[in-house]
């Protein structure tokens, strides 16, 4: 008896110790199970290059987010990154082949494993750059990204790429053109887009016939004015000539010299192409992607557009690259544009919703709820595509906001109307006036700008016809139709404003 108290106080003390081994072992359990996760590096997803001549993109993206430190070598130039917390993978390696002779930037890419979790990328370059090397949070369909901007230490001057490319004539060369007798009355074939566009045209549209090599296919535009010599236009050249000036004898030599000093006021219209690189915009039932038929259609309506002696055509994008929501204004107004057109194919969330649409900004919100939930997805193409803009200027955006006066939104207005009225004849309108929206891309203070929704890409049937070379056709003459219209009611001003 004498030990029965002693032999269950041993019990009891045996309870507890029991209960820190097996809390201890179970601890050794969760540990072990943990450890690998702790240690386990961060894995690249995909990689992607976007060369363009504005700037070329890599992006990098994984399933978390990642460390970077970075610096420039000289003789030869070289762009050294440093990424902790990766091992080397066959997804990363594979960036190496992805760089192409061809771009404007890159000589070629070196990766290798610099030291432990930390992996090196040399970037061995063409030329001095100014790179930006950041990383974007997960969106959409994307996971963590990190992203390389390779920028030319001299910004490419929108002008100067247009004379290089043989698209920005002279003053003088408009004049002679201008002056030549019209041509007959046929129509002519359109002109062929200027750079990729086979390459860009992911969404099977051939690239329009050459153009006649004749003399200008089209008289100058209606509307066209002359900038005499105290820099403000003439209103009586606007006006058609008599037929009687039209003599086959008369020579375009005598004729130009009857108004000396003047030149005819050259139009410049800033097409836009909506989305691009790592923004694909809206996606079809068929797998098509907005940004592919967009810029297809852009370069179909610049053909159109510049068979006109009088009117020339910058592209804020040329090929299959992302520009920022800003930076497309600010191209614009860098060559001083008389009109800004965004083009875009309208997505919703039922299938049925088609149509074609017009749009213009509004000061006061949107003019439907449609609208307003159009300008809200449109103004996220920066979350998207990845735009180096951390802390947004607020104050900046309402500055522009304001400077958008009633004047630039009534001259929009205008041309909107000519140009819904002639869509209106190609395809069924989703609503049968122009509409408004707090678009970013239209924020340009001084240039009246429009954006073109040529169809739902959401709908089967006219993805369909977005993806036919016939309608993208119609869709670029029928828009040219109405500029045309509107400038011939409303000549441009001879521009005064440095850029």
Avoid: C
């Avoid at 961060?42 to 994984?62: C, G, K």
């Avoid at 460390?67 to 917390?85: A, C, M, N, Y």
């Avoid at 549209?205 to 200008?216: C, E, L, M």
């Avoid at 049925?352 to 017009?358: E, T, Y």
């Amino acid at each position: 008896m004498p030990s029965t108290p002693f032999l269950r106080t041993e019990s009891l003390n045996a309870k507890p110790v029991a209960r820190r081994t097996i809390l201890k072992a179970g601890g050794t359990l969760l540990l072990s199970v943990l450890a690998p996760q702790l240690a386990h590096a961060a894995q690249i997803l995909a990689v992607r290059v976007w060369p363009a001549d504005d700037y070329t993109r890599v992006t990098l993206e994984n399933d978390s987010d990642l460390k970077t430190s970075h610096f420039l070598v000289k003789d030869p130039e070289r762009l050294v990154v440093d990424i902790e917390g990766l091992e080397l993978n066959p997804t990363l390696k594979s960036l190496v082949a992805k760089i192409q002779s061809n771009d404007p930037y890159i000589k070629q890419v070196r990766v290798g494993q610099n030291r432990p979790n930390v992996v090196r990328l040399v970037f061995d370059l063409k030329e001095e750059v100014k790179p930006q090397v950041f990383t974007l949070a997960p969106v959409g369909n994307y996971k963590h990204r990190l992203i390389f901007d390779l920028y030319p230490v001299k910004a490419v001057d929108p002008i100067a790429a247009m004379i290089e490319k043989g698209e920005w004539s002279s003053d003088s060369k408009s004049t002679a053109a201008a002056a030549q007798p019209a041509a007959p009355a046929a129509i002519p074939a359109p002109a062929t887009p200027t750079g990729s566009s086979a390459q860009a045209n992911n969404a099977g549209a051939a690239a329009p016939p050459p153009a006649s090599t004749g003399p200008a296919a089209h008289p100058p535009l209606p509307g066209a004015v002359d900038a005499g010599q105290n820099g403000k236009p003439d209103i009586a050249a606007a006006k058609p000539e008599p037929k009687h000036d039209a003599k086959p004898e008369s020579k375009p030599e005598q004729r130009a010299e009857t108004r000396p000093g003047k030149v005819t006021r050259m139009i410049t219209i800033a097409l836009d192409p909506g989305h691009g690189g790592e923004d694909p915009g809206a996606i079809g039932a068929r797998g098509s992607r907005e940004k592919d038929i967009v810029l297809a259609i852009a370069k179909r309506l610049k053909a159109r557009i510049e068979e006109h002696p009088n009117m020339r055509v910058m592209l804020t994008r040329d090929g299959d690259y992302f520009v920022p929501l800003p930076t497309r204004v600010e191209k614009a107004r860098k060559v001083d544009a008389d009109l800004f057109v965004s083009i875009h194919a309208d997505a919703f969330v039922q299938p049925s919703a088609r149509g074609s649409s017009v749009f213009v900004l509004s000061e006061k919100g949107a003019s439907s709820t449609a609208a307003r939930w159009l300008a809200n997805k449109e103004n996220q193409a920066d979350l998207i595509g990845g735009a180096n803009v951390k802390t947004p200027d607020k104050q900046l955006a309402s500055v522009l906001f304001d400077l958008s006066t009633t004047a630039q939104i009534n001259d929009s207005m205008k041309v909107g109307k000519a140009v819904l009225g002639e869509i209106g004849g190609i395809n069924k309108l989703h609503k049968g006036s122009v509409e408004q929206a707090g678009f970013a891309v239209l924020k340009a203070p001084d240039i009246p700008s429009i954006l073109i929704e040529t169809a739902f890409i959401s709908n089967p049937e006219e993805e369909a016809r977005l993806l036919d070379n016939a309608y993208q056709e119609q869709i670029a003459s029928a828009i040219v139709k109405g500029i045309k219209s509107y400038f011939a009611k409303n000549p441009p001003l001879a521009k005064s404003r440095q850029t």
